[in-house]
Each structure stands twice: as structure tokens, then as C-alpha cells.
């Protein structure tokens, strides 16, 4: 019986929907979970780079778990663990095993990503992979659009908790429609090996080298014995599985020598900047909104909603330019897009209006489809359908990784921008600085100068907020060094 392939893309588009909206949902919630459990924002940051570590490990079994059990059974085993996990995170005690359990999410999810895309890169022809991932988009564009809406009313109106119980329904969803569309894949006949010594070497390598980047801002870096023991642990790890890797010829795990191809390599430097950047872009924002401007979880999901919505229209449009121009002209209209969007962000202030900041997600949302499209399409171009999914599974975990550690390099510099804007600002306010003095003899003292303090905290922040703007936008013009390399798919 012949299988309808536009039929499977959906099967698999609503567990993509499923695992985005996790992902994003959790942004909202940030302050109020923080706040709950008595941590720090900077600390509930670990919601997402944790549970996008784990999901990371995951990612080089996938093609050994798709080929040894089949398809179909991995991804339902993945939404009924994902689930699960999501049941155990609504009803956690603490900080600590809300991690955990979100970390567990992250493990579930791991190989549906790269099974679903090598799954559709199998199936659908090169000239129609457009289209594809305009498919995909769909379910990946709505996911943060009705994520951060969803989750914005239910963190106000019932707590917190309920959006992991909300991905519950989700994940019953999910199951339903992987069970009623997808067709049941036998496992493959040929003997599929893993290299488990490398597996665990590139495991504890991922999770170490994002608590490096997690823990070192708030324990001062290599002040601490705990972070140099996991920056240690992280190189020697990486380092043995890469000696390991290339002594053994082993592909099992992770095959590097599709890096060997320029223009995958590229694609997929220029992919992990896309990734960091998006992610980096969006953490911002909330931040902005909901630490520093004190707007509630609603305001910030606006926000979020905008943006993917409007890289959900737009990626309509490029998609299908992607399939009938050359790839290079949509990336050529949207970066300057994304860079003009970022550096506005820059000019953000402590007054600006909501109306203002929403503009900017409109036109980031503009920019990042008319450039992550195309890459995303052409970035598998010059790999022969055999490779297609290893190709799938590097792919994915270098996206994975760059959005992780786009997350903890991104809150890291911008606490520690504060703290260096704050130091230098703290130093005005004193009782010989004119306007201080005013302040001071027209008010009580103590009043004026905590009111001063105040505000010059305040003021670091929004200084330390363009700074990293600034900084997002020149890593976004790396995207430049793949232009060469793009290429029209054929027909």
C-alpha cells in the first residue's frame, strides 16, 4: 500500500508542535517559578538549557533507535516518557527535581527531532523540501505563538504548575495522531552498532560543558573548584571521544566526516548562529519585560506570539521562494532585516512603549524566516540520500547545542554586564555629585539615596540589555560565510 507522504509529515509535525511548545511555554513562567521556589532568575534559566542538554544526548541514538526498534515505536516510547515526565514536573517539590524531571523531558524528546526529518528527507524530493519545511514551520511557527499565549493565562490565572500538565494533553495529542497516521516501519535487517564507550564520552562531554557555561557566571568562573572540575571533566571527555571517534572510524555515534563537505559545515555554522541567536533574542526579551520592566507573563507572551507568528507567515513566503529562486536571495533580503531588528532592540529604554517593542518582534520574525528557511532547506543539499540521516542527527544536535549554550553565554553576559554597568554608575551617586546633593537636601538622605541606588540598578541593566543586543547582531552576520555554499535544490 502506498503511503501519502503529506500524511506523515503531519504525523510527525504534531509531536514537533508538542516538543516547541514545551519549549517555549516554560519562557513565561520564568519570574513565577523563580519566585515560588525561592531561586534566582538567572538560575531558572536552567529550566531550558538543562532540558535542551538532555535532549542533546539523546540525539546520536536516534538513527541506532530508529533502524534497531522502527520509526513509529520510538517516537510513541519518546511522547510517553515526554509525558510522563511532563506529570512528574507539575507536581515537583522543589527547584532542584523540577530540573530533573525537566531534564527528563529533555531526554525524551531527543530523537524525535532528527527521526521525524530524516524520516521526511527520505521521503519527499529535493525540489520539494520547500515546501516541506514549510510544513514543518507550520506546526514549529504556531507552537510559539500558542505556547506563550496558552501558558501566560494559565501561570496567571492557575499557577504555574498547570503548564505541565498541559503538556500532558499534549502528549496525548500527539500519541493519537503518530498512532492513527503514521504506518508502522519494520526495524532494519542490517546489524546497527553503537560505539556505547564513545556515546557516554560524548554524553557526559554535552551536560558537562553546559553546566560550565550554566554555573560559572553565578560562581565566578574558575574561583570555583566545581566549575573547573566540570570544565575538566567537559574537555577531556570531548577530547577522548573525539580520539576515540577518529582512531575507530566509528560513525555510530556522531559521523564527522560529513564535515568534510564545506558546504555542510557551513550550513550548519551558520544554522548553530541562527539557533543562538533566536533563542539569545528571545530570553532577552523576557527579561526585559517581565525582570526589568515589571510587564506580567501576558505581555511577554505577546511578545513571543508576535515574533513566531510572524516568522510563521514569512516562512510561507520563503519556502516557496527557496524552492523556485536561488536560496541566496531570500538570505540576502532577511539579514539585513534581522540585524536592522536587533539593533533597534538597542535603542530599548526604560520608557518604551509595549507597542514599540511588539514592532520589533514583527520584524525580527520577518527577518529570521527569509534567512532560516533557505538555510535549513539547502544545508542537506550536497548530502547523498544514504548519508541523509546522519546528516539529520549532526544537524540536529549542533542546533541543540547552539541554542543551549546561546542561552547560558546570553545570561551570563548579561549579569555580568550589570554588574560592571552598575559599579561604574554606583560611583556617581554620592553626596558630592550635584544632583545627589539637590536630591539629598530636598528630601530625607537615606530616602534619596536608596531611591538613586534604585534607579542606577536599574539603568545598569538596561545598559547591560543593548550591550548584548549589540553583540547578538554582529554574531548574526556571521550567516555571510554560507552564502557561497548555497546551492538550488535539484530536480
Known sequence: MKTNKWLILIAVAIPMLMIEMAGTSVFVAFETIATDLNVSIDRSVWLTTLYLAANAMMIPLAGWLGKRFGYKRVIISSIVLFGISALLGGFARDFDSLVVFRALQGLADGPVMPIAYALLLEIFP????????????????????????IASWVVEEIGWRAIFFMNVILALISMTAVMALLPSSKHSSEKVKVNWFGFILLAIGTVSIQLFFDRGQHLNWFESEFVIGVFIVAVVSLVLYLVVTFAMKDVSVLDFRLLKNMSFLTGNIANMALMGLLMGAILLKVFYLEWLMGFTPAYSANYQAILAGAMFLFSTVAGV?????????????????VVFALLLSSRLSLYSGMESILSIGVIMGAGIAFVFMPISVTVFESISRKDMGAASVLNSYLSVIGGSISISLVTNLLMHRTEVNSAYLAGIVNADNAAVAQAVNLTNHHVALQAAYGHVMRQSAMFAFSDVWYLLAFVSISVIMYLPFMKRAKT
Do not use: S, Y
Request: charged fraction near 10%; proline fraction near 12%.
Open 126 to 149: 529535493a525540489n520539494q523540501r520547500g515546501r516541506m519545511t514549510v510544513g514543518i514551520m507550520l506546526a514549529t511557527g504556531i507552537a510559539p505563538a500558542m505556547g506563550p499565549l
Open 321 to 337: 521562494m527557496t524552492d523556485k529562486i536561488n536560496p541566496r536571495w531570500p538570505v540576502i533580503f532577511g539579514l539585513p532585516i
